[in-house]
């Protein structure tokens, strides 16, 4: 899993892997000093849904999501903030599921963004999950997010919403500014 900031560049790193996988299985250079990319006959790139959803609509990316990763063949799953199907708890049980489901494939590797990762790991019960994460360190001067875009390997990294309201707070006024402030006091 791969948690962290937002902006922070864990959509890009995701799309940047899947055209490493790419450029490698067509004997291409790849955008790398040194890169193993395993065979895999699929490349399945799941991404968020956007709006809400219907039950039907639920049903139907359950019923896709469940024939890509209980496939025995041989693939990269690269999956972008999955819990957006549905609300937070059943999100996190849901994508909890799937992801065992990719992992008892002997021939198969998923890498999923979240921003439930705690979640996640509670819904499946396990503690040997692999959680790497691109942290936010604050604000500059311009009130920009300073986010270090390296991935540390076995890092639970926070997301960014108190940060944003931070920059909120500086860049309203009046009551605006005031309720930020009453919000970013929730945080602490």
């Known amino acids: 899993m791969l948690t962290g900031a937002n902006s922070g560049g864990k959509t890009t ?3 940047l892997l899947a055209h490493t996988c790419i450029l490698a299985h067509m004997g291409l250079p790849v955008p ?3 890169a ?5 006959e699929a490349l399945h790139i799941l ?11 639920l049903e139907q990316t359950l019923v896709e999501l469940a024939t890509v990763v209980s496939d025995p063949t041989p693939k990269l ?5 999955l819990e957006a199907i549905t609300e937070p708890g059943a999100g996190a049980r849901i994508i909890a599921g799937m992801l065992l489901a990719a992992e008892s494939q002997e021939d198969t590797t998923m890498m999923l963004v979240t921003h439930l990762a705690p979640s996640i790991i509670e819904a499946t019960g ?4 692999r959680v790497d994460g691109i942290e936010a360190t604050g604000l500059d001067a311009d009130l920009e997010l300073m986010v270090d875009r390296t991935p540390k390997r076995n890092h639970l990294a926070r997301s960014t919403p108190e940060l944003i309201v931070k920059r909120l707070v500086e860049r ?3 009551h605006a500014q005031n309720l930020f402030r009453d919000i970013l006091t929730m945080f602490q």
């Open 13 to 15: 790193l995701l799309e």
């Open 32 to 34: 790398a000093q040194h």
């Open 36 to 40: 193993v990319v395993g065979q895999v």
């Open 47 to 57: 991404a968020k849904a956007g709006g809400t959803q219907s039950a039907g609509a």
């Open 77 to 81: 799953i690269l999956a972008d903030e």
């Open 126 to 129: 396990r503690t040997d999950l």
């Open 172 to 174: 309203s006024e009046g």
